[in-house]
């Protein structure tokens, strides 16, 4: 028995019509990993090569529902190998990108194909992980927002990523080298040139009364930053992504680390023509705009503080009378230094570090070890305490899952995925070990980062 094309076609039914033109059979979108050429000085000084996702700085915003997928073939047009990491998703271990250890770097001209859920609403970032030190500072990052169903209300949703560059103001080239012993064995890499959105004077207009949700992200490689508002009130809802059980009032100056978020909800109080900001502390403790805005119009502002964002799923408190406890020392750098680390299986004093490249350790681990810090047990709650014994402030992230800090009388603070660790101050984080896989555990101020503060854990 033969089928002719059109019984072939009747037998089917409708379905192999269907599968013709399936959108599964598209190619994923991509994000290009390339040079491009942008203006991050101020109009006037010459443009600037930077490594982009897709050409701009920041990369494309990836904006996806809760319980949504990210999908992204991700094309690498460099010249060196890279890979990108999803900044505080609960995500899938091998889609954590980070080269090394979750993957094997892209090289030139290969790909990689992400794809994975996202759980949990919030704001989010993404960054090169393979060599970030310097993949970060030259342009690539981005941002990822995921959606609520119900999102808050607001009149709009603004989205302020900040970020600083060290360029040379003859040239617009980003200055090198990147590996500087001085930055690596101090504070790390500080731009001399702040921005915001990838734009050096970056401003918002708005109305007397209008009620926005600011959302900021430190993409700065080692900058810490000290903010407050002008011309606006209101309330921190979420930390890292992670809303807060009650909106906080806004009182006091919001510290910012590399790689931090917060969501806010403001209300415009400044009049028409009256200055409204995103204030910046500078170091010699005055305050210059960061963000201005333009105040236009009025309208009737809201009695009401806002309420709470709805709550992510897996915000169960770990249990703390059951948590293995671990601590974490950080060691080295300049005017603290170590007596010795362990770097590539070997031990080594501080010389014999430097030499290689190290200038920091975690609990006398320089840099990633075969073997991970801890084996957590799937479910697993464990509490570690962080001690800085550096004369510097450290911004140490967990990948793949949100943790908490406890606070004094065992309460647990909100979830945060970065911590600002400062010298001679330990702190505690806790969480439950429910993510399988291999979980970096580094300093988000990336040249520390690059010369020997990264540890990782992994749960079985
Ligand atoms: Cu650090």
New binding site residues.
């Given amino acids: 028995m033969t089928f002719t094309r059109r019984a072939f076609c009747a037998g089917l039914g409708g379905v192999a019509g269907l599968a013709l033109t399936r959108p599964a059979l598209a190619a994923p979108p991509t994000l290009t990993a390339r040079k491009a050429t942008v203006q991050l000085a101020p109009e006037g000084y010459p443009t600037t090569e930077v490594w982009s996702y897709d050409g701009t700085l920041p990369g494309p915003l990836i904006r996806v529902p809760q319980g949504g997928r990210v999908t992204r073939q991700l094309i690498n047009a460099l010249d060196v190998p890279t890979s990108v990491h999803w900044h505080g998703i609960r995500i899938d271990n091998a889609m954590d990108g980070v080269s090394g250890l979750t993957q094997d770097p892209v090289p030139p001209g290969g790909t990689f194909d992400y794809d994975f859920a996202v759980p949990d609403a919030g704001t989010y970032w993404y960054h090169a992980h393979k060599n970030s030190m310097e993949q970060v500072a030259r342009g690539l990052s981005g941002v990822l927002i995921v959606d609520e169903a119900t999102p808050p209300d607001v009149d709009r949703d603004e989205i302020l990523m900040l970020g600083d560059w060290l360029l040379d103001p003859d040239t617009g080239a980003f200055v090198e080298p990147f590996a500087n012993p001085m930055t690596m064995s101090h504070g ?1 890499r500080t731009g001399n040139l702040v921005g915001v959105n990838g734009q050096y004077a970056y401003g918002l207009t708005a109305e007397t009364g209008e009620r926005l949700r600011l959302r900021l992200i430190n993409s700065a490689n080692a900058r810490i930053f000290g903010l407050r508002l002008q011309g606006m009130s209101g309330w921190t809802v979420a930390l890292d992504g992670m809303p807060l059980d009650q909106p906080e009032p806004l009182t006091t100056e919001i510290i910012l680390a590399p790689a931090q978020r917060v969501d806010l909800i403001v209300d415009v109080t400044a009049a028409v023509d009256q200055p409204a900001a995103l204030l910046m502390a500078m170091s010699d403790d005055s305050w210059q705009a960061l963000v201005e805005v333009t105040v236009t119009g009025g309208r009737t502002p809201r009695a009401d503080p806002p309420a709470p964002l709805p709550a992510n799923p897996n915000t169960a408190l770990p249990d703390l009378s059951q948590a293995r406890s671990l601590e974490i020392a ?1 060691e080295g750098g300049a005017m603290a230094g170590m007596d010795s680390a362990v770097f590539e299986g070997e031990r080594l004093d501080f010389r014999g570090l430097i030499e290689r490249g190290q200038y ?1 350790a975690l609990s006398g681990q320089s840099g990633l070890s075969d073997t991970p810090f801890a084996t957590l047990q799937r479910g697993e709650p464990v509490r570690i305490k962080l001690v800085n014994r ?1 004369v ?5 992230h967990l990948h793949g899952t949100h943790f908490r800090q406890i606070g004094p009388d065992r309460t647990l603070g909100p979830l945060r995925d970065t911590i600002l660790s400062f010298p001679d101050e330990p702190l505690e984080i806790a969480f439950t070990a429910d993510n399988p896989g291999k979980w970096l555990f580094h ?3 990336l040249a ?2 690059a010369t020997g ?1 990264t540890t990782w854990i992994e749960v079985a």
């Fill in positions: 790390g950080m920091w550096t510097f402030p450290h911004a140490m300093c988000h101020m520390h980062a503060m």
